[in-house]
């Protein structure tokens, strides 16, 4: 019986912002199996890391650090020029703030997934890729890294023995060589809700999809990712569960 894991971004409003619908947050976690919440560099404050952790506790949903660059005005999703020495640093101290939100409310982290930039960075660069399994590796070796599928993030994994997830997005185009459409490209963002979860179905199932170009290509999936700030999050995360229910997949968390 195929299972897959739905993995969610959340927690990345700070202050007086907010990112999404969080009047929406406990029915997101309904339909989610794990969640990466942000650790208060790309996004993130105290305030929202212990009530994304608090819920998450509430729901049974996996917790995960989201760590990100330290970058609050690109979101995280600016590239910024770091040394391995500062991406073992950075992931080290972000994982560590969400580690003691999660035991003062009860959980534990089960998962580290970096975000945006530091995520495509890690995905391509062999020395970031280790430099943050070795961050997670040492903090807590029974952590699973949440890396793009067939990247330097799960080979880094690979050969350090840690047990990884490989991840795959169902909201996303791709590109022939497994990486994913740039974001200021057009059609990177699949808006359709039926076409993605079309797609998250086909990656589920038969472990491939088609590039933005056509091209059919190969991908491990042991989990999905769905953005909670999409608009229309909720009824398009119902949909996408629903259409891999459909087809026989079992939607449960990592085990």
Do not use: W
Not at 54 to 68: C, E, F, R, S
Not at 151 to 162: K, N, P, Q, T, V
Not at 199 to 204: E, K
Not at 226 to 231: R, S
Request: hydrophobic fraction near 45%; include cysteine; aromatic fraction near 6%.
């Amino acid at each position: 019986m195929k299972t897959i894991d739905l993995n969610c971004d959340m927690g990345e409003g700070f202050g007086v912002y907010r990112i999404g619908d969080p009047g929406l947050d406990h029915q997101i976690m309904e339909q989610i199996t794990s969640v990466n919440i942000a650790c208060g560099f790309h996004a993130g404050d105290a305030a929202t890391m212990r009530a994304m952790v608090k819920l998450a506790v509430q729901h049974n949903v996996a917790i995960g650090a989201h760590p990100g660059l330290p970058d609050l005005i690109g979101f995280g999703r600016r590239e910024i020029q770091i040394t391995a020495q500062e991406a073992f640093d950075m992931t080290v101290y972000q994982l560590g703030a969400l580690s003691a939100f999660a035991k003062a409310e009860g959980g534990i982290v089960r998962h580290v997934k970096p975000h945006g930039a530091l995520y495509n960075m890690a995905a391509r660069s062999r020395e970031l890729a280790e430099a943050i399994v070795n961050a997670v590796y040492k903090v807590d070796a029974e952590l699973i890294l949440y890396g793009l599928s067939g990247s330097e993030l799960i080979h880094a994994a690979d050969r350090i023995g840690m047990r990884s997830a490989s991840e795959v997005f169902a909201d996303r185009t791709y590109e022939q060589d497994g990486s994913l459409t740039p974001r200021g490209m057009a059609g990177a963002v699949i808006h359709d809700r039926a076409i993605a979860a079309e797609q998250a179905v086909r990656m589920a199932v038969a472990g491939e999809t088609q590039t933005r170009d056509g091209v059919t290509i190969k991908l491990k999936a042991d989990t999905i990712c769905v953005h909670g700030d999409t608009p229309d999050a909720l009824n398009y995360m119902k949909q996408l569960r629903s259409g891999l229910e459909q087809a026989g997949i079992v939607v449960q968390g990592l085990v």
